[in-house]
């Protein structure tokens, strides 16, 4: 049996640990108290935006048009656009189930039945992950909500918007209006629910209390809920430790 020097093992630890090394998903600047600056991000000009159909959510009164990228590649002179796991072309961005729309979004585009004029959901660049209709909410409170899981920052800074950066929680109107950012800036998105006894939105995030640019067991998790049925409320956290 061949035997390898001391050498070539601590070698090859040293290898093996560089190449799977996580990459940290925050990145502080190196100046703690500089203020959060305007990013710029890397253009991927090899996308291009399209349009889904419109999303009808059963007695609301606005149409939501979902904006997205699909990738083209250039072959022998023909354009082609990017492939599915099917391999068939693909000009998809997303896929609707029951209430939530899945995908990845660089926006919305929002259309009142009455008109045809349609607006930006966001002003800003972003991701969407996903986007819910609380349907039950609004059954109870006859208030349309949406709920859309969102990354807002290119938390890593590598010049993109993609699933490295943190994902944050958004709640809003389904006409844009009402709109607030629910999860606290930095805190990485863990889950949330809705409770219709008490018509409130429940959800936890996870913060980089030891600030070395990763999301691990050493790091605090915060528990939060936001009140549906009343306009202009406060995110409030709750302590069930203690």
Same mark, same amino acid.
Not at 132 to 161: A, E, H, P
């Given at each position: 049996?061949?035997?390898?020097?001391?050498?070539?093992?601590?070698?090859?630890?040293?290898?093996?640990?560089?190449? $799977?090394?996580?990459?940290?998903?925050?990145?502080?600047?190196?100046?703690?108290?500089?203020?959060?600056?305007? @990013?710029?991000?890397?253009?991927?000009?090899?996308?291009?935006?399209?349009?889904?159909?419109?999303?009808?959510? &059963? /007695?609301?009164?606005?149409?939501?048009?979902?904006? +997205?990228?699909?990738?083209?590649?250039?072959?022998? #002179?023909?354009?082609?656009?990017? /492939? +599915?796991? #099917?391999?068939?072309?693909?000009?998809?961005?997303?896929?609707? /189930?029951?209430?939530?729309?899945?995908?990845?979004?660089?926006?919305?585009?929002?259309? $009142?039945?009455?008109?045809?004029?349609?607006?930006?959901?966001?002003?800003?660049?972003?991701?969407?992950?996903?986007? @819910?209709?609380?349907?039950?909410?609004?059954?109870?409170?006859?208030?349309?909500?949406?709920?859309?899981?969102?990354?807002?920052?290119?938390?890593?800074?590598?010049?993109?918007?993609?699933?490295?950066?943190?994902?944050?929680?958004?709640?809003?109107?389904?006409?844009?209006?009402?709109?607030?950012?629910?999860?606290?800036?930095? $805190?990485?998105?863990?889950?949330?629910?809705?409770?219709?006894?008490?018509?409130?939105?429940?959800?936890?995030?996870?913060? &980089?209390?030891?600030?070395?640019?990763?999301?691990?067991?050493?790091?605090?998790? $915060?528990?939060?809920?936001?009140?549906?049925?009343?306009?202009?409320?406060?995110?409030?956290?709750?302590?069930?430790?203690?």
């Amino acid at each position: 049996m061949k035997l390898f020097s001391p050498a070539f093992l601590i070698a090859l630890t040293i290898f093996c640990s560089c190449r $799977h090394e996580p990459k940290p998903t925050l990145v502080y600047p190196a100046d703690s108290t500089s203020q959060v600056q305007e @990013q710029v991000l890397i253009k991927d000009t090899t996308l291009i935006l399209t349009g889904e159909l419109p999303i009808y959510f &059963d /007695s609301t009164d606005h149409l939501l048009f979902p904006i +997205g990228s699909i990738k083209l590649s250039q072959r022998s #002179s023909k354009i082609y656009f990017g /492939s +599915g796991s #099917s391999g068939n072309s693909s000009f998809s961005i997303g896929y609707l /189930s029951g209430n939530t729309f899945s995908g990845d979004l660089d926006n919305v585009m929002i259309q $009142h039945l009455d008109s045809s004029i349609f607006r930006p959901l966001f002003e800003n660049e972003i991701k969407i992950r996903s986007l @819910q209709f609380l349907k039950s909410i609004s059954k109870l409170t006859k208030q349309n909500w949406i709920v859309l899981s969102i990354t807002d920052r290119d938390t890593n800074n590598d010049g993109k918007l993609d699933d490295e950066d943190i994902e944050s929680l958004y709640a809003s109107f389904i006409d844009g209006k009402n709109m607030v950012k629910l999860t606290p800036e930095l $805190h990485e998105l863990l889950d949330w629910k809705i409770l219709e006894v008490n018509k409130r939105l429940y959800f936890r995030t996870i913060e &980089d209390s030891d600030r070395n640019g990763n999301f691990d067991k050493q790091d605090i998790i $915060h528990h939060f809920y936001y009140q549906l049925d009343k306009l202009d409320q406060e995110v409030k956290e709750y302590f069930p430790l203690q």
